[in-house]
């Protein structure tokens, strides 16, 4: 099975541009979630998706914001760049079975990640 | 709230003695822990996790973890490394009692494996 893959892997920005980034999970995942990772500031949850819909969110400005496709694509958009937005963004993916426990025990699997340079 | 330390910014050791990096958690209620491996420019690779059950957990490349509830821990362990296991390797925790996916993670241990 193909793993999760992102797109681009690096992009260049100015401040004040946005961006939109791109995330397909792994074949069947249902949810896909997004990580920001910095030197500072490590592995910080940005939002996580399912069905299409925003069913958790980090501690994050509003410049963040993200969407899913009915395919279970999802995309992240980051609005008014500024120069610490430059990081590593991870996009994860699981199956997320139904039912409470099966759900919250199905592992997380990560793309390799965009690298976004703020100029 | 949720929060996973590790200690140890690097660990050091000599190809073929065993390692272990170290990971403590602070969760209300019983834990989801994870084990993920991060290369240069890529990202994280999942290793091992811990649900329920056997203390002892086995996961890829021969690393294994301990659950140590009374220590609130959850150690990573490989019998014998390898120069290839140099990596960042973080711990994390998903909060229980909910539906969600998101992680905690732990900051991170650089793991120098020397020849």
């Known amino acids: 099975k193909a793993g999760v893959t992102q797109t681009p892997r690096y992009l260049i920005k100015t401040r004040g541009q946005q961006v939109t980034l791109s995330c397909s999970p792994i074949?069947?995942?249902?949810?896909v979630s997004w990580y920001q990772q910095t030197p500072g500031q490590g592995l910080q949850f940005l939002f996580e998706?399912?069905?299409?819909?925003?069913?958790n969110k980090g501690n994050f400005p509003g410049r963040f914001s993200g969407r899913q496709f009915s395919n279970s694509r999802s995309e992240m958009n980051v609005s008014t760049l500024e120069l610490g937005d430059s990081a590593l963004y991870l996009c994860?993916?699981?199956?997320?079975?139904?039912?409470?426990?099966?759900?919250?025990?199905?592992?997380?699997?990560f793309g390799p990640g965009t690298r976004l340079t703020v100029l | 709230a949720q929060s996973v330390a590790q200690p140890e910014d690097q660990v050091n050791v000599a190809e073929g003695n065993p390692l272990t990096v170290k990971c403590t958690y602070s969760?209300?209620?019983?834990?989801?822990l994870f084990w993920y491996v991060q290369y240069p420019n890529r990202g994280l690779q999942f290793l091992l996790k811990?649900?329920?059950?056997?203390?002892l957990v086995k996961g890829s490349y021969g690393f294994e973890a301990e659950f140590n509830k009374s220590q609130t821990s959850f150690h990573l362990k490989k019998p014998s490394a390898l120069v290839s296991d140099s990596a960042l390797y973080f711990c994390?925790?998903?909060?229980?009692?909910?539906?969600?996916?998101?992680?905690?993670f732990g900051t991170g241990t650089r793991l120098l494996v020397s020849p």
């Open positions: 994860a993916s699981s199956l997320d079975r139904t039912g409470a426990k099966r759900g919250r025990t199905d592992t997380q699997y």
């Open positions: 074949s069947g995942h249902r949810s």
């Open positions: 998706y399912f069905s299409e819909t925003q069913r």
């Open positions: 969760v209300s209620g019983n834990p989801y």
């Open positions: 811990y649900i329920t059950g056997d203390n």
């Open positions: 994390a925790v998903r909060p229980p009692n909910t539906g969600f996916q998101k992680l905690v």
